[in-house]
């Protein structure tokens, strides 16, 4: 079965660190772009990093650089967010998914960040 599973999400103080993770499993991501996006209530799901299976290239939304860091091991077959500085708005539903080559078409059940002021 394919699956992606996240975990490591939790209630953090504002300053404080995550580091979510993201299971892969059930076929070769090899050719992969893996993502993750986050969901606050009432608003809609945006963009936060992704990274390259193989290359290991790396992109990040503007209100995460230098903050948040995507990773991901091979031998694990496992994608990673740390998450530091952590701010109120950053509280959200986090979610991994895996892009194929035109969209991101696979997606985990998501995890819960909250970031208390």
């Known amino acids: 079965q394919v699956q992606l599973v996240e975990s490591g999400g939790g209630l953090v103080q504002a300053g404080g660190s995550l580091k979510l993770s993201c299971a892969a499993s059930?076929?070769?991501?090899?050719?992969?772009?893996m993502g993750w996006f986050r969901q606050a209530p009432g608003k809609e799901r945006e963009f936060v990093a992704s990274i390259s299976w193989s290359g290991g290239s790396t992109y990040y939304a503007d209100p995460v650089k230098g903050r948040f860091t995507i990773s991901r091991d091979k031998a694990k077959n496992t994608v990673y967010l740390q998450m530091n500085s952590l701010k109120p708005e950053d509280t959200a539903v986090y979610y991994c998914?895996?892009?194929?080559?035109?969209?991101?078409?696979?997606w985990g059940q998501g995890t819960q960040v909250t970031v208390s002021s």
């Open positions: 998914a895996a892009n194929s080559g035109t969209r991101y078409d696979l």
């Open positions: 059930g076929r070769t991501f090899s050719s992969y772009f």
